[in-house]
């Protein structure tokens, strides 16, 4: 996908949510284990209650790897009817990959041309040659790891190195890779305050942004420090919409948190003058 075809979505749906589909056996409702394909029926029918409030889904494909070759079938079913019923919406595979160079091409092809996702998650920590594989895919989307959500993100990624820190480090060679307008990063909603400084490094890039809602982030500060003209946002929200109700009004409880956030961005967007 074009970000310029992001971005009109965007305007048209009064929202930069992203659903994350972290779908969980032990967390969805019991009736829907009867179902062939739980993973698969359940996403589906969370599709199909929040596809009008949302611009992004992302399947953490931990989630599915778990269950083996069944997850990867579910996932596979996910993809495809993303892409026959709603092919305007942006999909990202959140999978941390990134390894030698030949060995990332794989990871590539696995997720942008056979899984059809338009985008991927990747560590940065083996380099260019890890990250440029990915990036020669024409309309297909490399979100880098830059500063993310968990606690364990003070390990490493705020330690000093040489000057400044790690993640700045990441986010400024980064720049130097090709085709740098494929590049996305990822930047937990719990570290909103060190937006500023990241947005000086990289005044237009797409953030990925997850942590609000079960990991405490707010949208609103997010919003204060990471917002551009043209957005430049993509807030994830997972257990906060998938699990709103695990009984059979789940799928109207799902559609009222996504509904919620997104009309908590249509705010932002008019703050900021990019909807009328
Ligand atoms: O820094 C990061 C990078 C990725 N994630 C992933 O996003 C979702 C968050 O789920 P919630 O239920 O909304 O907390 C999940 O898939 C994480 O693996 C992240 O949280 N932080």
């Known amino acids: 996908m ?37 993973i698969f029926a359940f996403n589906k029918a969370i599709i199909d209650a929040t596809h009008s409030f949302c611009v992004a889904y992302k399947p953490n494909i931990a989630f599915y790897e778990a269950y083996g070759l069944k997850g990867w079938k579910s996932l596979e079913r996910t993809m495809e ?12 595979a959140d999978a941390k990959r990134g390894d030698i160079g030949n060995t990332s091409t794989r990871y590539a092809k696995a997720f942008f041309e056979t899984l059809n996702f338009d985008s991927i998650t990747i ?5 260019k040659d ?78 990925l ?7 405490g982030g707010s949208l609103e500060e997010v919003c204060q420090y990471g917002i551009t003209e043209n957005v430049g946002l993509l807030v994830n929200s997972s257990r906060g919409i998938l699990y709103a109700s695990n009984g059979e009004d789940y799928m109207q409880a799902a559609a009222e948190q996504a509904k919620k956030l997104q009309e908590k961005m249509e705010v932002e967007l008019k703050r900021i003058g990019f909807l009328s």
């Open 2 to 38: 074009k970000i310029e075809n992001l971005i009109s979505q965007i305007r048209q749906k009064k929202s930069f949510l992203c659903v994350g589909l972290d779908t969980d056996l032990d967390k969805i409702p019991k009736h829907l284990l009867q179902e062939d394909d739980p």
């Open 81 to 92: 009817y993303l892409n026959q019923n709603h092919p305007e919406i942006f999909t990202i």
């Open 123 to 127: 560590a940065p920590y083996m380099g």
């Open 130 to 207: 890890s990250v440029e594989p990915f990036l020669d895919f024409e309309d297909k989307h490399t979100i880098l790891l830059a500063l993310t959500s968990n606690q364990g993100a003070f390990d490493f990624q705020t330690k000093i190195v040489g000057e400044e820190e790690l993640f700045k480090e990441v986010l400024k060679v980064s720049k130097t890779y090709q085709n740098t307008d494929r590049l996305m990063y990822v930047v937990g909603a719990t570290k909103a305050s060190y937006l500023a400084e990241i947005r000086k490094i990289v005044p237009q890039s797409f953030f």
């Open 209 to 215: 942004v997850p942590g609000v809602g079960a990991q």
